[in-house]
């Protein structure tokens, strides 16, 4: 079943042609719901130093390394998850599964009990299990991983067509997700009102 949301893909799922199951039409219109939900938020600090200066920085140099990338592009940014931002290119001379590049650069993700890899809970072990989620304006948690998180604190899957196409969500979840050479893949820890694109 490709339940997308939160790492959703409402705004380009309906580009998608062809045949649709039951179960993808569902994931459409959850991946909707929570957008909209997202957008209840506060926006993040920008300041010097912090994460989203980080990732601003990252920002030039993932692009920069995505025109270079023959392969697979891979770009987390951990928002105000506070850790530091990834960039790798992955070898590849064919279609391959995301799951598969972000494991060949180094980062590890972990699903939801309820929806398994279709969803990405954590990134890196983060938010870690006993880590206190902070959002300006909503209710503190921890994130326990059992089903789906806040919509105000989640982490979003991208894909880039070509190196300088714009993010788009990705059209399915991570578990089912294949990326061709040239193309990007992306995650960003979103929180508040914000949807910021990888390394934006």
């Given at each position: ?105 180094g980062v590890t993700t972990a699903g939801s009990v309820e929806y398994g890899d279709q ?31 806040p919509a105000y604190a989640y982490w979003a899957l991208w894909v880039k067509a070509t ?32 949807t910021p694109t990888p390394g934006s």
């Open positions: 079943m490709n339940l997308i949301a939160p790492n959703f893909s409402a705004p380009t799922f309906f580009r998608r042609t062809g045949t649709r199951t039951s179960a993808a039409r569902t994931s459409a219109a959850l991946g909707a719901l929570v957008l909209l939900a997202a957008l209840s938020g506060c926006a993040t600090d920008s300041g010097a130093g912090s994460p989203a200066s980080a990732a601003a920085t990252a920002t030039a140099e993932a692009g920069a390394a995505a025109v270079d990338c023959a392969g697979v592009n891979v770009v987390v940014d951990f928002g105000t998850l506070d850790a530091a931002p990834v960039t790798e290119c992955v070898d590849a001379t064919e279609a391959i599964a995301a799951s598969e590049t972000l494991a060949t650069s969803i990405v809970c954590r990134v890196n072990d983060r938010p870690a299990a006993d880590e206190t989620v902070v959002v300006e304006g909503q209710e503190s948690f921890t994130e326990t991983c059992a089903s789906m998180p190196p300088d196409a714009n993010w788009e969500y990705a059209q399915e979840g991570l578990g089912t997700l294949q990326v061709e050479p040239g193309q990007s893949v992306g995650l960003v820890y979103t929180t508040g009102t914000e």
